[in-house]
C-alpha cells in the first residue's frame, strides 16, 4: 500500500486554442492513446480523461477542447466545457503551439487563467519551432503571466519529463483520485466512438468530419469477436450519401479502418456493425446535443 502521506494527486488540465496539440500531449504524458488527434482544429469537443500512476504521484488528465469563440450551441457547450475544468483542475496547462502566433485570449479566459491557482504556460511542438518563434512564446508567457514556459514537442517527447516533474511539484499531497491501475474513467464505449470519429476526419473532406457525431449503441462484451453497434450522425442526406459513397465502398473503409483501431484499443477481435443516419441541425439544436451526451450551458449563458 503507498502511504497517502506520501503521494500526491490531482487534476491537471491542457487547455489552448485548437490545434496546438493538447490531445497529442496528454496521450503523451499517459503513454497511450487515449484522444483522438487530427491535423485539424476543433477535433476534441468534450473532456477526456487520461489518469498516469507513478513514482507515488497520480496526474488526472483533462484534454479539453480548443477555447473558441462560438459559432455554434456545438461550440457553446465545448467552451463551457472547457472553462469548466480550468476552474476545477489543481494545475492548468495551458499550451501554446510554439510554431505559430501567440493566443489573444478573450477577457472571460483571461480572467479565470489569472484565478487558477497553478499554471504553467507550456510552449508545444518545438521540434518544428524556429527559434525567434520560440523566443516569442517565451516573451509573452513572461509578459501575460509572469512565468517562463516548459518547452516539450509531444511528437518527440522532447521536455516532457520536464513538464511531469514541474505537474507533479504543484499538485497538492493526496491520496489517489482512482485505482492505480486505471487509465481513465471514461466508458470503453466513448473510446470507441471517438476512434471512429477520428477515421471519418481521415478520410473525408474537412467539411463533412465537424457534422459528424458518433455514437455506440450496442456493446455486446461477451460475443467473440466482440460486437458493437455504431451510429455515425450527419445532419443532411448529402452528407449520409457522402459518408456512404457509392455502393457502399466509402462506408466499408470506414468501417474496416475504424475496426482496426477499435480492435488495437480494446485488445481483440471486433464486429464493428456501423450506420449512418441523417439528425438535422444536431449542432444547433438542445434536444439532439443532449442526447447525444453534450453537456449544454445553463439556458441563460445560451443568448
Ligand atoms: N510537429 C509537431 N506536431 C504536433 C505536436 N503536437 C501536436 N502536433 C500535431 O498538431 C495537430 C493537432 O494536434 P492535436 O493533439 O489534435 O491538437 P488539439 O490541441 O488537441 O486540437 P483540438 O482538439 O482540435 O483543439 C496534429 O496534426 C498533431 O500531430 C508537436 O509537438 N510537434
Ligand atoms: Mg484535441
Redo the contacts with the bound molecule.
Keep these: 500500500m503507498t502511504d497517502p502521506e506520501m503521494t500526491r494527486a490531482g487534476l491537471v488540465a491542457l487547455v489552448?486554442?485548437?490545434?496546438?496539440?493538447?490531445?497529442?500531449?496528454m496521450?503523451r504524458l499517459v503513454d497511450q492513446k487515449l484522444?483522438?488527434?487530427?491535423?485539424?482544429?476543433?477535433?476534441?469537443r468534450e473532456r477526456v480523461l487520461g489518469i498516469d500512476t507513478r513514482d507515488g504521484v497520480q496526474m488526472v488528465f483533462v484534454?479539453t477542447?480548443?477555447l473558441v469563440d462560438p459559432r455554434y450551441l456545438l461550440h457553446r457547450s465545448m467552451m463551457h466545457v472547457a472553462l469548466q475544468v480550468i476552474a476545477d483542475s489543481d494545475v492548468v496547462l495551458l499550451?501554446v503551439?510554439a510554431?505559430g502566433g501567440v493566443p489573444e485570449f478573450g477577457e472571460d479566459v483571461m480572467e479565470l487563467l489569472d484565478r487558477a491557482p497553478k499554471l504553467v504556460v507550456v510552449s508545444?511542438?518545438?521540434?518544428?519551432a524556429p527559434a525567434d518563434r520560440r523566443e516569442r512564446v517565451r516573451e509573452w508567457s513572461r509578459g501575460r503571466f509572469n512565468v517562463d514556459p516548459v518547452e516539450?514537442?509531444?511528437?518527440?517527447g522532447e521536455g516532457t519529463e520536464r513538464l511531469r516533474a514541474e505537474i507533479a511539484q504543484r499538485l497538492p499531497v493526496s491520496e489517489f483520485l482512482y485505482p492505480e491501475e486505471d487509465v481513465s474513467s471514461q466508458p470503453v464505449r466513448f473510446f470507441v466512438a471517438e476512434l471512429i470519429r477520428e477515421t471519418v476526419f481521415e478520410l473525408y473532406s474537412q467539411e463533412v468530419p465537424y457534422s459528424v457525431a458518433t455514437k455506440v449503441e450496442e456493446f455486446r462484451e461477451e460475443s467473440s469477436p466482440l460486437y458493437i453497434r455504431a451510429v455515425v450522425f450527419v445532419e443532411r442526406p448529402s452528407q449520409k450519401a457522402i459518408l456512404v459513397g457509392s455502393g457502399g465502398q466509402a462506408i466499408k473503409k470506414l468501417g474496416q479502418l475504424a475496426r482496426q483501431k477499435v480492435e488495437e484499443f480494446v485488445g481483440a477481435p471486433v464486429y464493428l456493425d456501423l450506420w449512418v443516419k441523417v439528425l438535422p441541425r444536431w449542432r444547433k439544436d438542445p434536444v439532439t446535443l443532449e442526447r447525444l451526451g453534450f453537456r449544454l450551458p445553463d439556458a441563460k449563458e445560451r443568448t
Design positions: 489552448g486554442f485548437p490545434n496546438v496539440g493538447k490531445s497529442s500531449l496521450n484522444s483522438i488527434v487530427t491535423p485539424f482544429a476543433q477535433t476534441t484534454d477542447p480548443g499550451l503551439d510554431s508545444n511542438k518545438v521540434d518544428v516539450v514537442s509531444a511528437v518527440t
